[in-house]
Nanobody, 122 residues
Framework: QVQLVESGGGLVQAGGSLRLSCAAS????????MGWYRQAPGRQRELVAI???????NHADSVKGRFTISRDNAKNTVYLQMNSLKPEDTAVYYC????????????????WGQGTQVTVSS
């Protein structure tokens, strides 16, 4: 059973910073890409940032220059450093991981964390 457990959300004033963490646990062969998504009330879930197992990253235009995704492969953990937060960043943030369960399985399976609330006050 694979689990993704997020932490680090909370309430912050505009201009402040938060750091989200997401740790994968359980039995699996390898984690490929990991990412952060967010969903604001009444809106669709959107990609915030993604990082490959080799460390290549891609950030949504709306967060470029403010958010930074990183990962620690030894800890099976992905981070999202969020600086210069804006009220429009308010959302539930979800961690995602593409995981290869066994060395012989074809493809990867998608796993999601339970979500962590980030609220930015103006």
């Amino acid at each position: 059973q694979v689990q993704l457990v997020e932490s680090g959300g909370g309430l912050v004033q505009a201009g402040g910073s938060l750091r989200l963490s997401c740790a994968a646990s359980g039995s699996f062969f390898r984690i490929n890409a990991m990412g952060w998504y967010r969903q604001a009330p009444g809106r669709q879930r959107e990609l915030v940032a993604i990082i490959t197992s080799g460390g290549s990253t891609n950030h949504a235009d709306s967060v470029k220059g403010r958010f930074t995704i990183s990962r620690d492969n030894a800890k099976n953990t992905v981070y999202l450093q969020m600086n210069s937060l804006k009220p429009e960043d308010t959302a539930v943030y979800y961690c995602n991981a593409a995981i290869k369960i066994k060395s012989w399985t074809v493809g990867v399976a998608d796993y999601w964390g339970q979500g962590t609330q980030v609220t930015v006050s103006s």
